[in-house]
T-cell receptor, first 112, second 110 residues
């Protein structure tokens, strides 16, 4: 099973771009990489998902290098409301829906 | 919007009690999951189900069992609650890869 490692915490200021990297050296061929956001007293909320290269949606971008052993979540121009814990999740490919490994989360603090 | 509901937000039980945590989803998703979340440990998968009456163990199934008699409902059972099962329990459902989480149940076992 893939093990994921991400920084425990990060600080940023409003308007900056934030990049959070997750390492997953043992990722399997059919594993997906998914990022979630969690606010206190709430369940995690899906942000973005990818398999390889780059994925972009209205809130974030996800960069995955060719070897897929890491991934970087990029949040453009963060605001105070982006203060949350961000988790990367590896797994969930076909035939391995239960092979889901969450990272321990990165607590992002955005300051004014 | 997908809605995943959990029967209780807060629950207090005594050691040795049998505890049922219920989860219901309204989007006809095949897959449902139970996690526990502890400070410094992140989310850890207890059990998941990919169809009615089907279940698979996750990373930490010891001390837990599950039941899925209907597609929309996935129950987590603590046969004999212990203090080390004090935690936040999160349920999720998924059509394929993206998971939708409920608000969580904070269980305290005294």
């Amino acid at each position: 099973l893939a093990k994921t490692t991400q920084p425990i915490s990060m600080d940023s200021y409003e308007g900056q771009e934030v990049n959070i990297t997750c390492s997953h050296n043992n990722i399997a061929t059919n594993d997906y990489i998914t990022w979630y956001q969690q606010f206190p007293s709430q369940g995690p909320r899906f942000i973005i998902q990818g398999y390889k290269t780059k994925v972009t949606n209205e809130v974030a971008s996800l960069f995955i290098p060719a070897d897929r052993k890491s991934s970087t979540l990029s949040l453009p121009r963060v605001s105070l409301s982006d203060t949350a814990v961000y988790y990367c999740l590896v797994g969930g490919g076909e035939g391995s829906q239960g092979n889901l490994i969450f990272g321990k989360g990165t607590k992002l603090s955005v300051k004014p | 919007d997908v809605k995943v509901t959990q029967s209780s937000r807060y629950l207090v039980k005594r050691t040795g009690e049998k505890v049922f945590l219920e989860c219901v989803q309204d989007m006809d998703h095949e897959n449902m999951f139970w996690y526990r979340q502890d400070p410094g440990l992140g989310l850890r998968l207890i059990y998941f189900s990919y169809d009615v009456k089907m279940k698979e163990k996750g990373d930490i199934p010891e001390g837990y069992s599950v039941s899925r008699e209907k597609k929309e409902r996935f129950s987590l059972i603590l046969e004999s609650a212990s203090t080390n099962q004090t935690s936040m329990y999160l349920c999720a459902s998924s059509p394929r890869h993206e998971q939708f989480f409920g608000p969580g149940t904070r269980l305290t076992v005294l």
